[in-house]
Nanobody
Framework: QVQLVESGGGLVQAGGSLRLSCAAS????????MGWYRQAPGKQRELVAA???????QYADSVKGRFTISKDNAKNTVYLQMNSLKREDTAVYYC?????????WGQGTQVTVSS
């Protein structure tokens, strides 16, 4: 069993920045992929960004050029740097990790972008 704990969410003005962190109780070095998802009210959960074991990254079109996913294997932590935030980025952000032995989710952290 792996626990994922997100932090770093909050209220920010449009154009501002936030950095989300996801601390894993298991080794992310052996994870297949780590990702950040988000879910806005009334909408489906969507992939925001993902990073593979080898370090390849993938982003949703809506965040390309503004968000950056990274990881620190030594700290078992995945980050999401969010710049130039827009109101439409408001959502609960969830950390996800896929290991050979399971797929795990964090509890989510709220990001609210005000105009």
């Amino acid at each position: 069993q792996v626990q994922l704990v997100e932090s770093g969410g909050g209220l920010v003005q449009a154009g501002g920045s936030l950095r989300l962190s996801c601390a894993a109780s298991g080794s992310i070095f052996i994870s297949n992929v780590m990702g950040w998802y988000r879910q806005a009210p009334g909408k489906q959960r969507e992939l925001v960004a993902a990073i593979t074991r080898g370090g390849s990254t993938q982003y949703a079109d809506s965040v390309k050029g503004r968000f950056t996913i990274s990881k620190d294997n030594a700290k078992n932590t995945v980050y999401l740097q969010m710049n130039s935030l827009k109101r439409e980025d408001t959502a609960v952000y969830y950390c996800n990790g896929v290991w050979a032995y399971g797929n795990y989710w964090g509890q989510g952290t709220q990001v609210t972008v005000s105009s």
